[in-house]
């Protein structure tokens, strides 16, 4: 079975740009969450989707965002970059059944704003 | 709210035992174990799902105590390919599937 699948996986963006990140998540798995990991910070929640639904989001500016195709596919959007969006973006995915559920990640997409 | 991973750094030789703890100001219903080497993306160890869960695979175990919201990750014997970053995860909330992420604990095997 093929794992949780990012794209691009590097890619170097300028101040002001935005730019769209792709996820595709392991073929069943119907949750998607996505984020944001740095050396100060850590590993930081954005978002997740179910069913083309966000159902929680974490203490991100409006400029992050995110949806959720009817396949299960998820893209995020960072727009107006800023240099502090710097990281790796990583993408996880679930099954989303009842119970706590194992979340696999993806390889990540690193972002580097100049 | 974020859980609290201690210690930050272990440095340990070959063969040591370890602990790392996890605890949370607000209740846990699940915690979830990973470990991120340097450059890849985090790895699932495992998940407790009930208080007093204990579970282990090789000499990786973990114990969940629900009342006093803490977790523990026990690596025993470690070997060099535990070296890595740990961290803790429990549901952001809402009924969603993402973590909350500790900020990790750094751990370092010496031959």
């Known amino acids: 079975k093929a794992g949780v699948t990012q794209t691009p996986r590097y890619l170097i963006k300028t101040r002001g740009q935005q730019v769209t990140l792709s996820c595709s998540p392991i073929s069943g798995h119907r949750s998607v969450s996505w984020y944001q990991q740095t050396p100060g910070q850590g590993l930081q929640f954005l978002f997740e989707y179910f069913s083309e639904t966000q159902r929680n989001k974490g203490n991100f500016p409006g400029r992050f965002s995110g949806r959720q195709f009817s396949n299960s596919r998820s893209e995020m959007n960072v727009s107006t970059l800023e240099l502090g969006d710097s990281a790796l973006y990583l993408c996880?995915?679930?099954?989303?059944?009842?119970?706590?559920?194992?979340?696999?990640f993806g390889e990540g997409s690193w972002l580097t704003v100049v | 709210q974020q859980p609290v991973q201690s210690p930050q750094a272990v440095i340990l030789r070959e063969g040591e035992d370890a602990v790392i703890n996890c605890s949370s100001s607000k209740a846990l219903y699940s915690v979830h174990w990973y470990r991120q080497k340097h450059g890849e993306a985090p790895v699932f160890l495992m998940i407790?799902?009930?208080?007093?869960e204990q579970k282990g695979h090789e000499k990786i175990s973990a114990s969940f105590n629900e009342k006093k919201q803490q977790s523990s990750l026990y690596l025993t014997a470690s070997q060099l390919s535990y070296s890595g970053t740990y961290f803790c995860g429990s549901p952001a909330g809402g009924g969603a599937d993402g973590l909350t992420f500790g900020k990790g604990t750094h751990l370092i095997i010496q031959p």
């Open positions: 407790l799902l009930k208080g007093g």
């Open positions: 996880a995915s679930s099954l989303a059944g009842p119970g706590g559920n194992t979340i696999y």
